[in-house]
């Protein structure tokens, strides 16, 4: 059974930075992809980053490129997202969710969500 477990989460100032991390447990992640999504108070679930496992290729939404990095360190299982230069709108809980095969934009494709963290910026 696929665990993932977030954290890093928290409170900082606009054009501070966290990371994120995703610690996963539970299946052959060599055949994943792994997936950074986010939800904002009244708005949609929305992919934010995602990257191949075995051969990275990470993908980004527009609203994130150039400020965020996603990767992965295969050795301890866990899949980081980097943030920086982040905004008030970058406030949402974050979600890891994992799938087998490749990466795709819905929430709907991926079977395996971790809890969710809470990042919150302040202007």
């Known amino acids: 059974q696929v665990q993932l477990i977030e954290s890093g989460g928290g409170l900082v100032q606009a054009g501070g930075s966290l990371r994120l991390s995703c610690s996963a447990s539970g299946g052959t992640f060599s055949t994943y992809a792994m997936a950074w999504f986010r939800q904002a108070p009244g708005k949609e679930r929305e992919l934010v980053a995602a990257i191949v496992w075995s051969a990275g290729s990470p993908v980004y939404a527009d609203s994130v490129k150039g400020r965020f990095t996603v990767s992965r360190d295969k050795a301890k299982n866990t899949v980081y997202l980097q943030m920086t230069s982040l905004k008030p709108e970058d406030t949402a809980v974050y979600y890891c969710?994992?799938?087998?095969?490749?990466?795709?934009?819905?929430?709907?494709?991926?079977?395996?969500w971790g809890q969710g963290t809470q990042v919150t910026v302040s202007s």
């Open positions: 969710a994992a799938r087998i095969g490749g990466i795709l934009w819905n929430k709907m494709g991926y079977k395996n």
